[in-house]
Structures are given as C-alpha cells and as structure tokens.
C-alpha cells in the first residue's frame, strides 16, 4: 500500500487538531498528546485503561494515508470482550518518512507504559514492516488480510473479470484450508486452474504467506472470531465516519462522533448480556457454564464449536497411559481430521483455534465428551471475553509525563477521581446484584459527606456563638466580613478533606467489592474441577 507523499505542516491544516487536543487537555489532564517533528499522537485515559484489559492483540492502520483517502491518519485499535473494535489511540503523520513510523510506534508504546502487545497487524507495507520491527521487536506481526485482497483484486482486474469464479476460489484458498498442506494444494491447483503460475503479484504474495495468510499463524492470538475478509477491515472502528472528503479541518469532529458511538455500542452489548438468557441448545454442564461466564457473541461462538461435536466424534488413537491421542473428524470428511492430545484436562489440537482466538475448538470438545470432562477447565477460560473482563486488576500503567501546569493536586485530585469513578461506574452496571452493592455504597459515602459538611457547620457557628458576637450588630463590619471570608475559605478546605476522606473509603469498598468477585469466581472453577476429578476417579 503506497503512502502518500503530501507534506502538510502542524501550524496548517493541522491547527484545528492542535486547538481540540489543547481543550480536551485542559478539561482532562490525563488526556495525552505528542508533537514531533510535524506529527501528532494523541490518546485519551478511556483507551489506556482499555489497552490494560485487550491490549494483546493491535491493529495498526495507516490505510488512511493511501491515494484514496490522502489523509495522514493513523489509528491504533484493538477487540474489547465483545469482539467490538476499541481505540487505543491516534496520530497524524504529515511528514511521510520512516521516522515518522518509529516516532509514532514509540510514542504509543511510551503512552502503554511499555506494555508491548502479542500480536500486531498492519498494513502490507515494508516501511511499517521495518518500524514494527525495531520498535516492537517481540510482537507477532502480520499484514492486514482485507488490504491484500483488495490488492490482488487491483492487481488482477483482468483475472477477476473474465473468470467470475476466481474470487470465491481464492477467498476460499485462503480462508478455509485448515492445514499447511492444504493450503499449498489449494494454491497449486488454483494457479493451474486459472493458468496464473507466472504471475509475479500472486509469486510475491505466496513469498509473503507467513505473515498473511491465516493457517501459518494459527500459532499466535490475534482475537479472530470468523475467516471472512472483511472482518479483517482494519479501518472498521472510523468506517462510516472518515471518507474520502474527510479532511483534518473535521477530522476531529468525526473522531468524537466515532468514540462516542462506539461506546454506546459496547454499552447496549454489556446490557444485553447482562439481561438476555442465552438459549441452550445442549443438556451439557458446560454450555451452561460458558453462558454465565461470556459475553453475549462470545458465548455464540463457544455454542457453535460445542453443537458441531454431535457431527466430529473422538476416536482414541493412542494411549501412552498419560497421554493420549485423539483423531477427531467430521462425518464425511476424513481427509480433514485433526489431532488432539490429551493429557489430565489439558489438551492441544492441530487445528490450534484457541491459541489462534482464545476460544476453545469442536474438537477438544469432543474429546472432553469421550472423557467425561462435563465443565470448561479454568484454563481455557480466557479472560478478555468474559463478561468480567474490566472487573479484574488491570496491568499497571503509569501515566506518560504531561504538561508542568498539568501537576497541579487538585487538578492530579480531579483527574484521579474521574477515573476511578469511571471504573466504579462500569462495574456497579454490571449485575442487579452489583449494582444494588454500588449504590449503597455510594449513598453511605454522601451520607458520610452530608453528615461532616453539617457537624463543621454546627461547630464554626458554636465557637461564633461562644466568643459573644452580635450576628447583627456585627452586620457590615469590614473586619467581620474579612474573617467571614477566611472561615469560609477554611470551611471549605476542611469539607474537601472530608470529601477526599470519603471518596477513598468508596474505593475501599469497590476493591472489597472486586475481591469478593474474584473470589467467588475462583472458588466455582475450583469446585468444577474437583467434581471432575471425583467423578473421573468413580468412572476408573
């Protein structure tokens, strides 16, 4: 994907970006920004605390920057626990260089507090392939499968238009084969079948296929929920709000209305897992399980893999009395059959669905019929898609440096309490139970706050009482009015301190709160097992 070359300075068109991220700053000093060289990054507090909780798969998108967009927006975003896209962050490049790529990498990275992520995916571009590299060289990266389809379709019009066939048979060379070897006879036999064995731009994507096509990186999490290419549209979190006349005069105006959407989006889905009872289409334990632990979609997908093992039994193959093997394939279809190790509720399968998406595969499952396994093993529990995803301690991550006006305590005060109330906020909306909990909380805190503003009160207007001042006769007094004037000040200071007083005693019981969850969540993982392992024991 080329990138454009225009060069448009920060004191340009880049002026009406400057202004908002200044107003957002003052209104939130924990928002963060960056300018270098002619470039801008910028994050805010919201996105931060989401990268702690998905921030182990990313999707880097320069697309932006193309011809067809002409517009030097990057975007950092990643899956929340609805597989919905969440933002961890933005740039505008207008100096196109290299540097300009390692720049706004390590200034994300910087602003994660260096918590580098599993997996990245960027664009098929070797300048980003380079800056990916040094700047996060332990990170898996591959190239957006979205972007190299839609190249190859470019590439090859004339391919596409005199064989309508073409395109669902390789979308489906790509997307469906299961192994390696599949795959390599697929190509093949597509290459043949269309005569394009000497094509260059197909040799040049067949050299790349490591880093794009999905059963060499089966290996690595990437969140996958579906092989379709257009899941795969990195620039999805803006689609809808950033078009080809988008400009960076109203660039920002269409970024809010982005953030804000999708925030209701992942509200309205928090809710309706919270309040929708899954149909169980199965007797097993573990549907049940799984539909108290996940969220709504992600329960869908478990429920799909669960129902499949009706037609994908699990013939034992080997049994080293530790270990055995499984061979598990679908009725009709031996020629895919994968294998499945098992050893003492940890099993590995060749199809490594669960390492690629984290969600456990039909034929695992079905192993787990043959040896009675009735509840999903806490391992195979992965937290970022369960409805407690936020609920957990996130990964500490300490604010980048801001602005020397940005360190005032009240404002440091403000800043913190905002957050943490946020934080309050989405877990007292999780549950009736939860809530009910948060709100008692929260009215013993303003009775608490209520109850000091009235006793310091009642306390200044004793002691005015007790030095014998006429109330009246002191009326217009300039000396009277100067002390009014400081016992008010004082007043004040001390019902801060109360309030402060307070507002940490809320989050003592928000932590008791989440300690008691976790709690309660272990033990249930903790009785599953042990009724497994009695029950496995009766069985032998």
């Known amino acids: 994907m080329s990138s454009s070359g225009t060069h448009r300075p920060v004191g340009g068109r880049g002026e009406d970006v400057m202004e908002y991220l200044k107003r957002v700053q003052a209104e939130n000093p924990a928002f963060y920004y960056a300018v270098h060289d002619e470039n801008i990054f910028w994050v805010d507090p919201i996105s931060r605390i989401n990268y702690t909780h998905f921030g182990d798969t990313v999707r880097f998108d320069t697309t932006f920057r193309s011809q067809q967009f002409n517009l030097p927006f990057v975007t950092f975003t990643g899956l929340n626990h609805h597989g919905q896209p969440v933002l961890f962050g933005c740039g505008l490049l207008f100096n196109g260089s290299d540097s300009s790529l390692i720049w706004v990498l390590q200034t994300w990275l910087h602003a994660m507090s260096g918590q580098a992520p599993i997996s990245i995916t960027t664009d098929p571009d070797r300048m980003i392939q380079m800056a990916v590299a040094q700047v996060l060289p332990g990170t898996r990266q591959r190239f957006c499968k979205w972007c190299i389809l839609k190249e190859t379709q470019e590439k090859l ?12 048979d390789f979308k489906k060379c790509i997307n469906d084969t299961e ?35 999905p059963v060499y990186m089966r290996d690595t999490f990437f969140g996958e929920l579906c092989t379709s290419d257009s899941s795969d549209d990195i ?46 289409k199965t007797p097993s334990p573990m549907e049940k399980q799984a539909s108290n632990l996940y969220t709504r979609r992600i329960f869908l997908k478990f429920q799909d893999q669960l129902v499949e093992t009706m037609a994908n039994p699990a013939t034992k193959v080997n049994d080293s009395g530790t270990v055995a093997v499984y061979r598990v394939a679908k009725f009709g279809e031996d020629q895919k059959a994968h294998t499945v190790t098992f050893n003492s509720f940890k099993a590995n399968c060749s199809c490594q669905l669960f390492e690629y998406s984290g969600i456990i595969c039909r034929h695992i499952l079905s192993v787990f019929r043959a040896k009675n396994v009735l509840t999903l093993p806490s391992h195979y529990i992965l937290t970022r898609w369960t409805r407690n995803a936020k609920s957990g301690e996130p990964i500490s991550v300490s604010a980048p440096e801001l602005p020397t006006d940005a360190q005032d305590p009240i404002i440091a005060r403000c800043n913190n309490l905002r957050q943490e109330a946020i934080k309050f906020v989405e877990e007292g909306a999780k549950s009736i139970h939860v809530y009910n909990v948060a709100m008692d909380a929260l009215q013993e805190a303003a009775q608490k706050v209520a109850a000091a503003k009235k006793k310091k009160f009642a306390t200044a207007h004793g002691e005015t009482l007790a030095n014998g001042d006429n109330l009246h006769a002191c009326h217009g007094h300039p000396m009277t009015l100067h002390q009014s004037t400081v016992e008010k000040q004082k007043k004040i200071s001390e019902l801060t301190a109360e309030l402060d007083t307070s507002n940490q005693q809320c989050e003592v019981y928000r932590a008791k709160l989440l300690a008691v969850l976790r709690d309660m969540e272990d033990q249930k993982l903790k009785l599953s097992v042990k009724v497994q392992n009695a029950r496995l024991s009766l069985k032998d």
């Open 179 to 213: 192994t390696i070897e599949e795959f390599e006879l697929c190509w093949q036999s597509l290459l043949e079948r269309y005569y394009i064995m000497d094509n260059e731009w197909l040799q040049s994507m067949y050299g790349a296929r490591h880093q794009w096509v």
């Open 235 to 280: 620039s999805s979190f803006f689609r809808g709000y950033i078009d080809v006349a988008t400009t960076t005069q109203i660039l920002m105006t269409q970024y809010a209305k982005a953030v804000e959407t999708w925030h209701e989006k992942e509200l309205k889905e928090d809710h309706d897992t919270m309040n929708t009872i899954p149909i169980l």
């Open 157 to 168: 019009t004339h391919i596409y238009q005199t064989h309508l066939t073409f395109e669902a």
